[in-house]
């Protein structure tokens, strides 16, 4: 089946998979090919694509997941390649992204993008410790 995951800065990912599983509101869903027409919320996580006997692992933030016979596509506010992740780098920004939400806590608009923020640094982290995790499993 076909899979596009697309964030405001381009294409994260765009090809075949095998299948792919998503986290939504209703926890994670997988979707193979021929899955029935399905749109729905896509919470911070970890979206997987397998295909070819590989399976890629991507962070994402919240968006959109639009199901159709022969494919879907994943609309993400964001979407980063779990492998190309550093831990150091993340838990400096999470840190970074706490402080500012810790700050922003009187404004309701910057408190809602520092809290979007914070939840985005959260799921790369829990992203590249399930990849890690499957890993070592293997």
Do not use: C, W
Request: glycine residues 6%; aromatic residues 2%.
């Amino acid at each position: 089946m076909r899979v596009e995951l697309i964030t405001p800065e381009g294409t994260s990912y765009s090809g075949d998979a095998v299948s792919v599983t998503v986290p939504s509101g209703m926890g994670e869903i997988t979707i193979l090919e021929n899955h029935i027409p399905l749109m729905s919320n896509v919470m911070p996580g970890t979206v997987i694509v397998r295909k070819d006997g590989e399976e890629l692992y991507f962070a994402v933030a919240r968006g959109v997941v639009q199901v159709e016979k022969h494919g879907l596509m994943i609309l993400a506010d964001g979407a980063d390649r779990t492998d190309a992740l550093e831990e150091s780098a993340i838990e400096i920004a999470k840190k970074r992204a706490e402080e500012l939400r810790n700050e922003r806590r009187n404004d309701e608009e910057a408190f809602a993008d520092a809290t979007a923020l914070l939840e985005r640094e959260i799921a790369k982290l829990a992203s590249l410790r399930r990849l890690r995790s499957r890993r070592r499993s293997i």
